[in-house]
């Protein structure tokens, strides 16, 4: 057997901008996610650079001063990366290289990456590869001599052809493939969905670790991989799941993120498409998370930009377990504590009070399955009985780890 090789983080840096339409407070939540982003892909972060500006640079993106002092810190650091916050145009890129002469990411190139180390099956790498290429055609240097020269033989390379020209007729090449691939694969994955009956459908979506995969394997009573990283679930996965007598299938689908890459949107619509074809959605939160109201704004954007927002929803707040506040008395002298909220503290907050079903657990814990469960039950009979309305007699709630 082979040893495990232990991993090796690369040395990176962060750098954001403070701008009208994004002030300190936001940027450190986007340095903050961006700095998990790239834990998940395999580096460590040294330090941050942010800089107040009111649009970015159109040549480097930072300032000229901004920009030196970044570099002189990587040279003096040995840094390896350095990564931005924003997508950067082909021409930033370029001219970030020439001057750092070091890799230089932005978030979505991060995210690409970190989707293309977590794919497992055929049908996922396609789709990040095409990401990747369709990200990658506009931001053709000449340092990319990497791609294949020899294609097709004699008469394939155009008079006065230069390389550069070469490498995207060969990537556009690779983009019509990859399309016609995801075509056939797009033509079997809807005709499962069309042999799964007449079953109700049930889709967890949500923010990024927010611990669908860990409610997906207590519901399911499979091991679906779950892990504290940022896209640990990219292959859908759909297990048949029985709440009392109540048969459904549910699916755990790719958490969503701000700034998603269009690249990604695009490339995984298939993936979506279970989403868009589900009859209930169950969108979980992790409560415990300081920015938890903009993730639920950032999922409820894009299921309205795959035309999902109108669907039955379940709002489910997980990880009650991990939430605390910060308790402070009156007298000024007393420090302060932590403090947890029990579940009928949960049910007095305005988030109990949501247009939507709404229940408070913990996935990890199973606290308050019963109710979480009884309340899935509800919604999805609903559902079959519109479905099947002669047959609701058969089905009778009753808690199965009970019995």
């Given at each position: 057997?082979?040893?495990?090789?232990?991993?090796?983080?690369?040395?990176?840096?962060?750098?954001?901008?403070?701008?009208?339409?994004?002030?300190?407070?936001?940027?450190?939540?986007?340095?903050?996610?961006?700095?998990?982003?790239?834990?998940?892909?395999?580096?460590?972060?040294?330090?941050?650079?942010?800089?107040?500006?009111?649009?970015?640079?159109?040549?480097?993106?930072?300032?000229?001063?901004?920009?030196?002092e970044i570099r002189d810190f990587v040279k003096e650091n040995e840094i390896g990366t350095v990564i931005f916050d924003d997508e950067l145009s082909p021409s930033q890129l370029k001219n970030l290289e020439r001057e750092m002469e070091v890799k230089i990411l932005d978030r979505t190139n991060l995210i690409l990456d970190i989707f293309a180390q977590r794919a497992q099956t055929s049908y996922a790498?396609?789709?990040?590869?095409?990401?990747?290429?369709?990200?990658?055609?506009?931001?053709?240097?000449?340092?990319?001599?990497?791609?294949?020269?020899?294609?097709?033989?004699?008469?394939?390379?155009?008079?006065?052809?230069?390389?550069?020209?070469?490498?995207?007729?060969?990537?556009?090449?690779?983009?019509?493939?990859?399309?016609?691939?995801?075509?056939?694969?797009?033509?079997?994955?809807?005709?499962?969905?069309?042999?799964?009956?007449?079953?109700?459908?049930?889709?967890?979506?949500?923010?990024?670790?927010?611990?669908?995969?860990?409610?997906?394997?207590?519901?399911?009573?499979?091991?679906?991989?779950?892990?504290?990283?940022?896209?640990?679930?990219?292959?859908?996965?759909?297990?048949?799941?029985?709440?009392?007598?109540?048969?459904?299938?549910?699916?755990?689908?790719?958490?969503?993120?701000?700034?998603?890459?269009?690249?990604?949107?695009?490339?995984f619509k298939s993936t979506l498409d279970e989403v868009r074809e589900a009859d209930l959605l169950i969108h979980v939160v992790d409560i415990s998370h300081e920015s938890f109201e903009d993730h639920i704004a950032s999922v409820n954007q894009i299921l309205q930009e795959i035309d999902a927002h109108r669907k039955p929803i379940i709002m489910i707040f997980n990880k009650i377990d991990d939430f605390s506040y910060e308790k402070k008395d009156e007298d000024d002298l007393t420090p302060i504590t932590?403090?947890?909220?029990?579940?009928?503290?949960?049910?007095?907050?305005?988030?109990?009070?949501?247009?939507?079903?709404?229940?408070?657990?913990?996935a990890l814990t199973k606290e308050n399955f019963p109710e979480m469960k009884k309340l899935i039950y509800d919604e999805v009979l609903k559902i079959h009985i519109s479905r099947f309305p002669y047959n609701d007699f058969l089905f009778e709630y009753y808690d199965d780890e009970e019995v």
């Open positions: 057997m082979l040893e495990k090789k232990e991993h090796i983080y690369e040395k990176a840096v962060l750098v954001g901008l403070i701008t009208k339409e994004q002030d300190e407070d936001k940027l450190t939540e986007y340095l903050d996610e961006l700095e998990f982003l790239a834990y998940t892909a395999g580096a460590t972060v040294e330090k941050r650079f942010t800089q107040k500006m009111l649009q970015p640079d159109s040549r480097t993106f930072v300032g000229k001063g901004k920009m030196e790498r396609t789709q990040v590869e095409l990401a990747q290429y369709e990200y990658l055609l506009p931001r053709l240097t000449r340092m990319w001599t990497h791609l294949e020269r020899q294609r097709g033989g004699i008469g394939m390379r155009g008079p006065g052809e230069t390389e550069i020209e070469t490498d995207r007729r060969i990537i556009r090449d690779r983009i019509s493939l990859l399309k016609e691939k995801l075509k056939t694969i797009d033509k079997q994955m809807a005709t499962q969905r069309n042999n799964r009956g007449k079953m109700v459908r049930v889709a967890l979506v949500g923010y990024t670790n927010v611990g669908k995969s860990t409610l997906m394997n207590a519901l399911s009573k499979s091991e679906v991989f779950a892990e504290n990283k940022l896209f640990a679930t990219l292959d859908t996965t759909v297990r048949k799941v029985v709440i009392g007598n109540l048969p459904f299938l549910l699916t755990d689908t790719v958490g969503f993120i701000r700034k998603l890459p269009t690249q990604l949107v695009e490339s932590k403090k947890n909220i029990s579940l009928d503290e949960w049910k007095k907050t305005w988030m109990a009070k949501s247009k939507f079903p709404t229940v408070f657990i913990s």
